[in-house]
């Protein structure tokens, strides 16, 4: 476990330089070795984290797919087909409990792609400001301010969508319905904001200053450089900052829950009230019998979110990663 | 640029145009951005600054929580996020000490352990609220339960200390990130010194490097406070509850949280318009408490940051 890793040579070490080891260095050594592998058997939490999540999430979501009680009350081809006569409802608390899921993903779709339509434009300019035009100064107001976006609690934005916004859109578009998925867009678009904002200015910044200069020593006006070489170079960063976002916008769970109104409807109208994935976990499992059919399928729904946020993630690293090891390579 | 200008006067004269319009639109998308804000905490301020009291901050609600105080929310908070930190910030320091200070370059565990920091950030908070209860409560409770009270339900139910850990598996990154930040700027040769000093790698480390990265470490838990304070999904399964005659005594009470009170004020209450006051209050309190605690991570960090750069 202790000195074996490579590059652990070249580090300067008191044992090694004695030829033989006195009893004070050989406590010293065997208490270093202890330290080092209590240091890095707490690192190891984080891995064990993400496992033990996988698991337990996973252990209760497999008997969708498994059990044969749970396939008593539902099918893995009735969440997704319509049911007879009804269509596609999700109702799990009834007479005749219906887990029809597409209107919930069709919600969580919806009401990802407002916020990411309002967010990422926005985020992606003022990005470009912080980072092209601003002062030092500016700078240093902007970006704290940001941060300090990012800090509000999303049950705070929520609120605000709930209790303000929500009238506010309602006066302007004479929506159908008050809490809709225009108003959870909105919303959403203050807690992705943050982190797209962020991520594209990371990549506008890793952009080399040699770019800049050259596109302006081949008479290129700051505008032609930003927009043909500084920004398609960053391209790839601000791409994966959308996918960061969207990875954002589909978890969020506080911000729909107040604000969406929450009522399961399958169509593609932002005006009507909607209900998100997260936001139907938040709401039923307080109250749903531990072990039934219905607890199963609502962590199956938690587990779909793991996943898919956990592929989103890994894609936009991956982007963010290879973005800076060829602006390194190009430099 | 002259040359350009005597040739082609027209273009130059859009290309300024250009050059004005790029930088007017991302300044008024800045400027849209801080405004969302702005809105947000001026309407805050207007709703809740006349309901917020000596009496609203030390008071128990009353009459259904249409009256009184938020005491126990506040109470609630404080204890789950100090109970959080002392689960997250050892954790994230002694992580962010293998990943700068013992892990070479080319370790595989280490970019293990760098990618589970980076997704465990990206996981929805409500997948911590399955997990908590899935694992804490379901089978560490459990288990706990079984082995020291017999089978008698004391520790398999949603309580403060699970909702505490299942905060700090959350906020893990945001410790990590920022004492790693910290534990890099700290120069080489001052471990160099210590090391030539004779010290171990070990008393280096803990004597001299964490010293120097003490501001970074103190940003990573205040940011991390701030989170689990504002956080509500994770903990709406793991222990928050709707209303408590007291305050948690033990690690198995539940508890009361502002967050939750929040969502509980704003969707449950059985009179909406007296609620509302006391909600403005609440969610006045909250905000209060997350920006004044960012507010004092930026300054540590802008503080340790400048202290790093006068090493340099």
Request: with cysteine.
């Amino acid at each position: 476990m202790a000195a074996t890793a490579p590059g652990e040579l070249d580090r300067p070490r008191m044992a090694a330089a004695a030829p033989r080891a006195t009893s004070l260095q050989r406590q010293v050594r065997w208490s270093e070795r202890l330290a080092e592998g209590a240091i890095k058997a707490v690192a190891l939490l984080s891995i064990l984290s993400v496992l033990l999540i996988l698991v337990f999430v996973g252990k209760e979501a497999l008997p969708v797919l498994t059990s044969e009680e749970v396939h008593r009350e539902v099918t893995t081809r009735a969440m997704f087909a319509p049911h007879a006569g009804s269509g596609f409802i999700w109702q799990p608390v009834s007479e005749d409990p219906k887990y029809n899921v597409l209107p919930l993903f069709a919600g969580t779709l919806k009401v990802t792609i407002i916020s990411l339509l309002l967010a990422v434009p926005l985020s992606v300019l003022a990005a470009l400001y912080v980072s092209e035009f601003a002062g030092k100064r500016a700078r240093e107001v902007i970006k704290p301010v940001i941060e300090l976006l990012a800090g509000v609690p999303s049950v705070v934005v929520g609120f605000f969508a709930l209790v303000i916004l929500s009238t506010w859109i309602q006066q302007v578009f004479g929506t159908p319905h008050r809490l809709n998925a225009l108003v959870a867009g909105c919303g959403l678009a203050f807690a992705v904001c943050p982190i797209v904002f962020s991520v594209s200015e990371d990549s506008l910044r890793a952009v080399p200053n040699s770019y800049r200069v050259a596109a302006l020593a081949l008479g290129a006006t700051r505008s032609q450089a930003l927009l043909r070489v500084i920004v398609p170079a960053a391209l790839p960063g601000i791409a994966a900052a959308a996918v960061l976002g969207f990875g954002r916008a589909i978890g969020e769970t506080m911000i729909v829950l107040l604000a969406s109104g929450n009522a399961a409807l399958l169509d593609w109208s932002w005006g009507r009230s909607t209900r998100t994935i997260t936001a139907t976990i938040a709401q039923e499992l307080g109250e749903v019998v531990v072990g039934s059919a219905h607890y199963h399928v609502l962590f199956a729904l938690g587990a779909l979110l793991f996943l898919s946020t956990l592929a989103v993630n890994l894609v936009g690293e991956r982007i963010v990663r290879h973005m800076r090891a060829s602006l390194r390579g190009s430099s | 640029m002259t040359p350009t200008s005597r040739v082609l006067p027209d273009l130059q004269v859009r290309s300024h145009l250009a050059d004005r319009a790029l930088r007017g639109l991302s300044l008024a998308a800045t400027a849209v951005i801080i405004l969302m804000l702005a809105i947000v905490v001026l309407d805050v301020i207007r709703g809740g600054a006349s309901v917020v009291s000596w009496e609203f901050i030390s008071a128990a609600p009353r009459k259904g929580m249409t009256e009184g105080g938020i005491f126990p929310a506040i109470v609630g908070t404080v204890f789950l996020t100090l109970l959080m930190t002392v689960g997250a910030v050892p954790a994230g320091v002694a992580t962010a000490v293998y990943l700068t200070e013992y892990a070479s370059s080319r370790s595989v565990v280490a970019r293990l352990v760098r990618v589970c920091i980076a997704n465990l950030a990206g996981i929805p908070s409500i997948v911590f609220g399955l997990f908590g209860l899935g694992f804490f409560v379901a089978t560490v409770g459990k288990g706990i339960d079984r082995l020291a009270f017999g089978g008698r339900v004391t520790y398999a139910q949603p309580c403060l200390v699970w909702a505490s850990l299942t905060l700090a598996v959350l906020t893990l990154p945001v410790v990590v990130v920022s004492t790693e930040e910290a534990l890099r700027a700290v120069p080489r040769e001052i471990r160099d010194a210590s090391l030539a000093l004779g010290a171990t790698q070990f008393q280096t480390i803990v004597r001299v490097v964490l010293p120097e990265a003490a501001g970074g470490i103190l940003t990573g838990g205040i940011l991390a406070v701030s989170r689990g304070a504002g956080e509500v999904a994770p903990i709406m399964f793991t222990g928050a509850a709707y209303f408590l005659r007291d305050l948690p005594t033990h690690l198995n009470d539940p508890f009361m949280n502002l967050g939750y009170h929040v969502y509980v004020l704003a969707t449950q209450s059985p009179d909406v318009d007296r609620t509302k006051p006391l909600l403005y209050g609440t969610v006045l309190v909250l905000l209060l408490l997350t920006f004044l605690l960012n507010l004092a991570a930026i300054t540590a960090r802008a503080r340790a940051r400048r202290r790093a750069a006068g090493h340099g």
